[in-house]
């Protein structure tokens, strides 16, 4: 057994060996362009290099290792050993998850469509495999990739929210989610809303760790000439950048003024949801230990799913409190995300959040500006968790280094899980048009 646990390793943890040398710690992943690019690029990941070191087999995970090794999850390694618990599992939903009726190949889809846009190889590869032992056509997830023509009315529409939720949060609005209603209702709309928010949050686990895929998976399938050589519509390719390059950076407005974000604050404060929100009683009924306050919105919107919505909510109260991260540094975290998705909800649930913890006003808004001042571990931790929200692709090896010298490994699976979280949040919340309390 001990043989073929080494060599398991060896293959899960080796570093990746390019014509030119090893990578740049200091430069993002490349990206694949095409079709073939990428099999190629998940069938490389099985040998990159993880950015906190991976645990060491439990005797149950080697005992599966020796039978072949499918039961052997990097990711779920990774939680397990680096997260406090209530961070560590549920949020995603099941393949019979109650409230959810669109099914898994679709939402497996979907989470194929958000990992392509933000690079993340880890869970490309797993969404493919999932994807092919459903018996999704080879054919259909290379269209996935490079052309949507051939989809139904209501797969494209649904797939153009779901890279537009990706990669540019600040422009889902009224007219966005309006066009899913031919196609879907409001169950069905909050559906796509949570589980692509959902896989947002993953990809930016999983990406910003760099976690090698799981050596047993294959890749390397044949695929279709009209597919071969057709460039990706979905990934961030940078055109400058030739075939194999960099990520480009996904363009977000520049901070509003304080003053634009405070009139931002009170034009929500009187919106309507865009999805109907579950009475304070059910809630109350399907989210443990809320009491007799009345709930707050982002609450009775995740409570329409018993199951999955519920678990949300645990773990997302989890990552205000749990682990040894400052909880001061985690709201501030949540601030920076917030702003940079333009979320308003998630901005003012932030706002409270540090005004509970002693800050005020003025030290909120000059989060906003130049990070100079704040001690370097501080200053090292909100830059990164600007990077990872906006840009997980870019997120790089030498930036996760430069947190390790200031934090422990947990403190910085903390803070990606933190910011992780908050990608979530900032998307659903806004997507659903909630109003702040």
């Known amino acids: 057994m001990n043989s073929i646990l080494h060599a398991t390793m060896a293959l899960l943890v080796a570093p990746i060996a390019t014509a030119d040398g090893p990578p740049d710690g200091a430069a993002p992943k490349p990206v694949p362009e095409t079709r073939a690019d990428l099999k190629q690029a998940l069938e ?9 070191p991976l645990p060491p087999l439990s005797v149950e995970e080697a005992e599966r290792a020796e ?47 958000v990992s392509r846009a933000n690079n993340c190889t880890y869970c490309l590869g797993h969404q493919e495999s999932k994807l092919a032992s459903a018996g999704v056509d080879e054919d259909y997830v290379a269209a996935l990739d490079g052309d949507w023509s051939g989809f139904t009315p209501a797969e494209r529409a649904a797939f153009a929210l779901t890279r537009t939720l990706t990669t540019a949060p600040h422009e889902v609005g009224d007219a966005q989610v309006e066009a899913l209603r031919p196609f879907y209702d409001d169950a069905q709309i909050l559906e796509i809303l949570y589980v692509v928010s959902s896989f947002n949050a993953m990809n930016r686990w999983t990406g910003a760790l760099n976690i090698p895929q799981e050596h047993h998976r294959e890749y390397l399938t044949p695929t279709a000439p009209d597919f071969a050589s057709l460039v990706s519509r979905v990934a961030p390719l940078s055109p400058s950048a030739g075939a194999g390059g960099g990520a480009a950076p996904w363009v977000r407005p520049r901070l509003e003024s304080r003053s634009e974000v405070e009139e931002r604050l009170e034009a929500a404060r009187g919106r309507t949801p865009r999805v109907e929100l579950v009475s304070a009683e059910e809630a109350r009924a ?5 009491g007799e306050k009345e709930p707050p919105q982002w609450i009775r919107l995740l409570a ?30 949540c601030w920076v995300a917030a702003r940079n998705d333009r ?32 001690p370097e571990a501080e200053r090292l931790a909100l830059g990164f968790a600007r ?5 997980p692709a870019l997120v790089t090896d030498a930036q996760v280094e430069g947190l390790r010298e200031h934090f422990t490994d947990h403190q910085v699976a903390e803070l990606i899980a933190v910011v992780a979280e908050a990608a979530f949040f900032d998307r659903l919340t806004e997507a659903a048009g909630l109003a702040p309390e």
């Open 286 to 290: 399907r989210v443990p230990g809320l």
């Open 304 to 333: 329409h799913f018993p199951g999955v919505g519920a678990e949300r909510v645990a773990i997302l109260r989890a990552v205000e409190s749990e682990g040894t991260l400052d909880p001061l540094l985690r709201a501030r975290a």
């Open 44 to 52: 490389d990941s099985k040998r990159s290099e993880p950015r906190l």
């Open 67 to 113: 039978q072949g090794g499918w039961g052997v999850v990097n990711n779920g390694r990774m939680r397990r050993h680096y997260l406090p618990p209530g961070f560590v599992s549920g949020g995603f939903p099941g393949r019979e998850e109650p409230g959810m009726t669109l099914g898994y190949p679709f939402q497996t889809t979907l989470f194929w469509i």
């Open 387 to 391: 990077t990872l929200t906006v840009d």
């Open 343 to 374: 979320a308003w909800y998630a901005l003012e649930h932030a706002r409270r959040r540090l005004l509970d913890l002693g800050e005020d006003d003025d030290r909120i808004f000059a989060l906003d500006g130049s990070l100079d001042g704040l």
